[in-house]
C-alpha cells in the first residue's frame, strides 16, 4: 500500500478525494433538503381527512421503500432525459436531445428516497403531540395558524430530530449511489484513483474512512441538536 | 409504453429472482449467526468484548454499503499474492462469494443491533423469577430469554430482511446478475428504462409483500394471545395491519 498516492497536489490524490468529499456533502444536503420537504408534503397527505391524498402518499411510501435505489436512480439517469426531451418539444418546440445535469439527477434521485423515510418519521412526530395540547390552545382561543405555529411545529421539530439524524445518515450513505451515473463525489473519485494507478484498496479504504469520518462528525452534531431542543424537558 | 418489451424482458427478469433470493438467504443466514455472537459480545461485561462488538457495528453502519463491497471485491486484488498464498484467492476472485461476505457482514452489525434491543426488552422480573424457580443460566436463555427476545425483535427483523432485499441490487455493481443487473442490462441495451423499472419494480414489490406478510403470519403465530379479540386474524393479515401510532416514532430506519 503506497501512501504517497494520498499525498496533496498534483502528485498525490489527497486533494482530489478531498474535493470528492466536499462534492458528496453538497450533493447529501441538497437531497436532504429536498427529502425533508417532500416528507413534510406527504406526512401532511398522510394525516389528512381525504381518502385520496391518504392512498397517494401510502402509495408513494410503499413503492419508494421497496425498491431499491439504484433502480431509481437508472430510471431517473436513463429516463429523466427523454422526459425533458419530450416536455420540451411538446411546449417550446425544441427537439434536440437534454441530458439532466448529473448532480441534478442524483439530488432528485436520493431526495426522492430519502422523503419516503421523512414522511414517516415527521408523521409520527405529528402524532406525537398529546391531542389536549391542541384542545387547550383551542380553549384559550389562539387561531388556527397559531395553534401551529406555537403549538405543533416546535413540539414536531423535537419530536422528529433523532429520525430526520437517521434519514441523514442514510441520505449520507445513499449519495455513495450515484457515483454509478459519473457523478464525482468520494466512491467515483476513488474509482478513477484505483483505475488509474492499480491499488483500489488504497483508495477504497481512504473512502471509508472519508464516509465513517462524514458520518461521525454529523452524527455528533445531530446529537447536540438534540440535547439543545430538548433543553428544559423534564425527563425520568 | 413498448408492449413488445415488456413481453420480451419480463422473463428475463424473472429468470433472475432464484439469483436475488439465493444472495439474500445465505447473507442473512449467515448474517444472522454473526449478529448473535456480536450481540452477546455487545452485552458481555468483558470490556475488550464490548468495544470489539460496539466498533464493529459503528463502523459497518456508518459506512455505506458499497464501499464495503468494493472494498472487498476490487481492494481484495492489490493484496492477491497474499491471498494466493494462504488460499484464499480462490474465494475472494469469485463476484458471488464478496458480494455474500460483504452483505453478511453489513446485516450482521444491522442484526445484532436488533438481537441486543430484543434480549434488553425482557423485563427483568421474569429473570427473577426464572432465577428464584432454580433455572440454570442455559435453560434460561433457551425457555424465557430468547423467546421473548424473538417475538419482541421480529417486526425489526421484517424490516432487516426488506433492506437486505433491497441491498441486494448493489451486487449488480460487480457484475452479478441479480435482478437489478439483468434490468440494468436491458435498460443499457434498449434505452427504454420505464417499461424495465415497471417490470423490475413489480418484481420487487412483490418479493418484499410476501416478506411483510410473513412476517405478520410468524408474529401472530408466535404470540396468538395477542391477536384472539380481533375479527379475524386471517382477515387482519390480508388487510395489513397499520402500525401504531406511538410506534412510528421509535422506528428505526437503518440504511445502508
Do not use: H
Amino acid at each position: 500500500m503506497d501512501l504517497t498516492l494520498l499525498g496533496w497536489g498534483d502528485a498525490g490524490w489527497g486533494d482530489e478525494m478531498f474535493y470528492g468529499a466536499l462534492m458528496t456533502l453538497a450533493v447529501a444536503s441538497c437531497s436532504y433538503a429536498v427529502g425533508i420537504v417532500i416528507g413534510t408534503g406527504f406526512a401532511a397527505m398522510k394525516l389528512s381527512r381525504l381518502w385520496v391524498l391518504n392512498q397517494i402518499a401510502d402509495v408513494y411510501t410503499t413503492v419508494v421503500r421497496g425498491i431499491p435505489e439504484l433502480l431509481i436512480i437508472y430510471l431517473v439517469f436513463f429516463g429523466g432525459g427523454a422526459v425533458l426531451r419530450m416536455i420540451a418539444k411538446g411546449v417550446f418546440g425544441y427537439g434536440e436531445f437534454i441530458d439532466l445535469p448529473l448532480f441534478v439527477t442524483g439530488m432528485l434521485c436520493i431526495g426522492v428516497s430519502a422523503g419516503a423515510y421523512a414522511t414517516e418519521v415527521i408523521r409520527g412526530a405529528v402524532l406525537a403531540v398529546p391531542i389536549g395540547q391542541i384542545e387547550a390552545a383551542r380553549a384559550v382561543g389562539m387561531s388556527k395558524s397559531k395553534r401551529f405555529w406555537r403549538i405543533l411545529v416546535p413540539q414536531v421539530a423535537r419530536y422528529a430530530l433523532p429520525g430526520l439524524g437517521n434519514v441523514w445518515q442514510l441520505t449520507l450513505k445513499e449519495t455513495s449511489l450515484i457515483s454509478v451515473i459519473g457523478l464525482v463525489e468520494i466512491m467515483r473519485q476513488a474509482a478513477v484513483g484505483a483505475g488509474s494507478t492499480k491499488e483500489p484498496f488504497t483508495f477504497y479504504i481512504t473512502a471509508f474512512v472519508l464516509y465513517l469520518g462524514l458520518a461521525s462528525i454529523s452524527n455528533r452534531g445531530f446529537l447536540r441538536a438534540e440535547a439543545w431542543a430538548n433543553r428544559g424537558v423534564r425527563t425520568a | 409504453m413498448d408492449w413488445e418489451l415488456i413481453q420480451e424482458s419480463w422473463p428475463v427478469l424473472v429468470a433472475a429472482i432464484p439469483e436475488t433470493i439465493m444472495l439474500v438467504i445465505s447473507s442473512l443466514a449467515l448474517g444472522f449467526v454473526l449478529a448473535t455472537l456480536i450481540a452477546v459480545l455487545r452485552l458481555s461485561t468483558n470490556r475488550a468484548c464490548w468495544a470489539f462488538a460496539y466498533g464493529y457495528v459503528y463502523i459497518f453502519r456508518s459506512t455505506p454499503l458499497l464501499v464495503q463491497i468494493f472494498l472487498i471485491y476490487y481492494g481484495s486484488g492489490q493484496f492477491r499474492p497474499f491471498f494466493e498464498d494462504i488460499g484464499l484467492w480462490y474465494f475472494l476472485r469469485e463476484s458471488w462469494f464478496c458480494a455474500i461476505l460483504a452483505l453478511t457482514l453489513n446485516t450482521g452489525a444491522y442484526t445484532s443491533e436488533i438481537i441486543r434491543g430484543g434480549i434488553q426488552s425482557v423485563p427483568w422480573g421474569q429473570l427473577e423469577a426464572a432465577r428464584a424457580c432454580g433455572m440454570s443460566r442455559s435453560l434460561l436463555f433457551r425457555r424465557i430469554i430468547f423467546p421473548v427476545a424473538i417475538r419482541q425483535a421480529l417486526p425489526a427483523y421484517g424490516n432487516e430482511i426488506i433492506l437486505m432485499v433491497k441491498a441486494t441490487s448493489l451486487a449488480s455493481t460487480i457484475t452479478i446478475l441479480e435482478i437489478t443487473g439483468e434490468a440494468k442490462r436491458i435498460i443499457a441495451e434498449t434505452w427504454s428504462p420505464v417499461e424495465v423499472f415497471i417490470i423490475a419494480g413489480a418484481i420487487y414489490l412483490t418479493l418484499n409483500f410476501i416478506v411483510t406478510r410473513g412476517v405478520q403470519w410468524a408474529e401472530i403465530k408466535l404470540s396468538p394471545q395477542l391477536f384472539r379479540d380481533r375479527p379475524s386474524m386471517v382477515a387482519r393479515l390480508f388487510r395489513g395491519a397499520k402500525p401504531d401510532a406511538d410506534t412510528a416514532v421509535a422506528v428505526d430506519q437503518q440504511v445502508r
